[in-house]
């Protein structure tokens, strides 16, 4: 433990400065308060069903907003308050969603397309959505994100984040159709409305979780990976939507269900990661590479940047998407793949190019940390165990062995005792990168933990 | 010696190269907005409003085989049936190249007479909306009906505008 009064480095936060709990809170007021005022504005003055349903819909957002403050504290308390106030988060969140999807079906889709059309269509979605969180979550090869976080950032893009934008875009569609010429221009101004203001609703979701949950906000993969969740929640939603609207339209020509299909196919497979995923993955880039940089001024220009690039991304895809004409032929359907590919298939390469760098970047910094606290040897970590904690693949070898050897109990014992070996590391790197601000004996208390955790394995 | 030995190599961080990368990508992002820009001012050109304003008579029910109209002026249609937009071509002055057009929900043209000279397009009062190939019935949602004027082939301004509901039932 020579190094550690050297490690002593955190980085306390200057006098006068608002906390990072105070920002989050100021941004969360200002949200909600845009959303009620925008809301009530939307219904006295437009009256039109997405503005019935954005004012009925603030039940469903207070909901959220209720239960993510309730499943946040809940991690301050003691485990016995914990899972008692976990429930009541996690039930207010479950009500939140039912109540937004019941909404959408009495207010939109009940009249046309009924609400077992609904109903199918989000049934339809939950599989592919599913596939697409785990594989989101599984890309953190070092540190998964917990699922409790993931799931808020995708309900957040799922129920908050379409109920901002559904005021939002109503007012900017009647105000541009009432003033510009139909055509391309309006076609622009409409995707600068939709990158603009689904960018922010969504990327609202990353800012405070990067404001509030700092100990599971690591570094640029934990922020694509949060960003993704959350693109995937809006998509889920969006989907549903389309799909729904369009069988609505279709189905008097006894094409619905194709229509349906179709949307289904075009969003949950084709688009699944090449669209909202994508442009809300840039978001998570920038405030996790914000995350990791020295000076306020930088921190400031790469969040902005994150945004600037999901807007540029999602406007793209919709004020062009034109020039791209699909023709009814078989040819059609290789086109539709190509069209994704080539519009939005370049700006997923750079956010995968950006994860791979993070992920390969995360690997060799822990690795690090590993050798010098097996150098000290504090016990947490043995030199031996240097080489496997730093290999995701020799980590699941080894918990395989366990598994063969002592059960699921000797397996869940050992991966609890390698995610503490990792927390330890982490909080390791960021103290030397002087991007902590919690005190030092939390350092201290993680290594205690590790070796308990490291007793009951052996025993 | 003494200040070459004080020279220190500069620590390499990682987190740098991300963010410059970043910047890169952010160059990129300007570039399509500003593209997305171009594209919008040209075809909403500043200065071009003349204060020339056009009278679409009315929207009513129209019958395609005989291709008149009929009833009032509505605002709602079921979406079995047909309508079209009827517009005084002499409100307008004679030196302007004009168009009508009908933009469904999906903002697709559903229908239009011109270009030309309001003069050219006088036997030509009665636009009607045409129902999409391989579809039975117009597809639901807003309508809007434009009367623009024309500048080198671009639509640059809104003479007149209205917007009629098409309904799902």
Known sequence: MNATPSLRAANPRPRGRPSRYGVAI????????????????????????????????????????????????????????????????????????????????????????????????????????????????????????????????????????TSMVIWGESLWSSVAQAALVPGPGLDASTA????????????????????????????????????????????????????????????????????????????????????????????????????????????????????????????????????????????????????????????????????????????QAL????????????????????????????????????????????YMRLARLQTAQLDLAMERWHRERQEIDTPFEAEGELRRHVIELRRIAAA | MDRLAAVRPATYDPVRTLFRTLLIFDVVAILVLAVGLGEFVYFEQPGQSTGVKATIVGVYQYDPISRTTSGPDRSTFGRAQQLAAVVDWTSLPPNITVDARWYDSFEAIVGHVGPGMPAQLADQTTIPVGVPTGLKYNLPGHYLFVVERLANGVPVEVLARRIVLVERS
């Open chain 1, 26 to 161: 100021a941004i969360a007021a200002v949200v909600l308060a845009v959303l009620v005022a925008s809301s009530i504005l939307d219904y006295v003055f437009l009256d039109t069903i997405p503005a019935r349903i954005s004012l009925y819909g603030l039940a469903a957002v207070a909901l959220v907003a209720l239960g993510t403050y309730i499943v946040v504290r809940a991690f301050d308390r003691d485990p016995a308050a914990r899972r008692r106030q976990l429930i009541r988060g996690g039930v207010l969140l479950g009500l939140a969603f039912l109540l937004w999807l019941l909404l959408i079906d009495v207010f939109v889709f009940t009249g046309s397309a009924g609400p077992s059309v609904a109903a199918i269509s989000a049934l339809a979605c939950l599989p592919t959505t599913a596939f697409g969180l785990f594989v989101v979550r599984r890309l953190d090869r070092n540190e998964k994100e917990p699922w409790r976080l993931v799931l808020v950032a995708f309900a957040w893009g799922a129920i908050v984040a």
């Open chain 1, 367 to 410: 690795a690090e940390q590993f050798r010098r606290e097996a150098a000290e040897g504090g016990g947490a970590i043995m030199p031996a165990e240097v080489a496997i904690l730093s290999s995701p693949w020799q980590r699941l070898t080894h918990r395989m062995k366990a598994l063969s050897r002592g059960g699921i109990r000797a």
């Open chain 1, 192 to 363: 600068f409305s939709a990158g603009l203001l689904e960018e922010l609703a969504k990327g609202i979701a990353v800012l405070l979780l990067f404001l509030v949950m700092r100990n599971e906000f690591d570094d640029v993969v934990d922020g694509i990976i949060y960003g993704a969740a959350v693109g995937l929640g809006f998509n889920f939603m969006e989907s549903i939507a389309y799909m729904t609207n369009l069988y609505a339209i279709f189905s008097p020509e006894g094409v619905g269900g194709f229509a349906a299909g179709f949307q289904w196919y075009a969003r949950q497979v084709l688009g699944l990661f090449f669209g909202h995923a994508t442009y809300t993955a840039f978001i998570g880039a920038g405030i996790g590479i914000a995350r990791q940089l020295p000076g306020r001024r930088r921190k400031v220009i790469a969040i902005a940047s994150g945004f600037l690039i999901a807007i540029a991304a999602h406007f793209s895809w919709d004020a062009w998407l034109a020039f791209f004409p699909i023709e009814g032929s078989a040819l059609g359907l290789v086109e539709i793949h190509l069209r994704t590919l080539i519009m939005t298939g370049p700006f997923t390469a750079a956010v995968i190019a950006l994860l791979l760098s993070g992920i390969h970047y995360e690997g």
